[in-house]
């Protein structure tokens, strides 16, 4: 009777302690599951929070009133466009062409020159604006090439020491198909003076890669490049423009 009475209760023991086994583990994969399920949640919840903001393009349209004005007083014709687009993030696609026709009169030469000239560049917005503000300070390369003609109308024979100045000899001579390639880097700030209108400066250091070589004639200016030095090949050049900028 003992032994049966012993034997009754060592089993309720051991199926008590299976049952508490299995009561754990089961409490254990419910707790997990539910923390699992809650943090899916919460992390569908805050992907679904995050709002996309979509860059604007923005594209600008300038107009270099500088040299514009600088060719009408001296009796030469000067137009000059550019295009900049806000590509990705602060870089912009800068897009640029004109036209001159440039009288050029010096003691021995008096000539015109007339063709066109196009850019294709990039540049990096440097300037982080504040709050509704839209201003840049950027720097950029463009490579540029250009063609043109000339026009000789007059020239006189170099006389170094004498008394009277030579009389010019009238010539009126082409110079056709002519070409230039260079290479820029520039800096230029933009101010958004009112809604979407912008006023601006550039300075433009150049470097010519390659020019055409006319047989005595010397090339003295090159459209868009402007003067062009004899030792050097370097140049110089400055822009003052207004430009206006369309969002969508």
Not at 53 to 73: E, H, M, N, S
Not at 206 to 235: A, D, V, W
Request: aromatic fraction near 22%; include cysteine.
């Amino acid at each position: 009777m003992r032994q049966k009475t012993a034997y009754l209760y060592q089993n309720f023991f051991t199926v008590k302690t299976i049952f508490i086994h299995k009561y754990f583990v089961f409490f254990i994969f419910y707790t997990l599951s539910i923390h699992f399920f809650a943090q899916q949640k919460t992390d569908s919840i805050a992907k679904d929070s995050i709002v996309k903001v979509k860059q604007p393009v923005k594209i600008r349209f300038g107009f270099d009133t500088g040299k514009y004005v600088w060719a009408k007083l001296q009796n030469s014709v000067s137009y000059d466009f550019y295009v900049d687009a806000n590509f990705y993030k602060e870089f912009y696609l800068l897009l640029a062409g004109g036209y001159e026709k440039h009288l050029s009169d010096n003691k021995l030469l008096n000539y015109h020159t007339t063709g066109s000239y196009y850019k294709i560049g990039i540049m990096y917005n440097l300037y982080r604006n504040w709050l509704d503000m839209d201003n840049d300070i950027c720097i950029g390369t463009n490579y540029a090439f250009a063609r043109f003609d000339y026009l000789l109308h007059t020239y006189r024979i170099n006389q170094p020491g004498a008394i009277f100045t030579p009389e010019p000899v009238v010539v009126e001579q082409t110079f056709d198909s002519n070409s230039a390639q260079w290479v820029e880097l520039f800096a230029r700030v933009q101010v958004e003076t009112f809604k979407h209108l912008y006023l601006g400066y550039d300075v433009e250091l150049k470097y010519l890669i390659h020019h055409s070589n006319i047989e005595n004639f010397t090339i003295m200016y090159i459209p868009g490049f402007f003067n062009k030095n004899t030792y050097s090949r370097f140049g110089f050049g400055m822009q003052y423009f207004i430009s206006y900028r369309i969002t969508f």
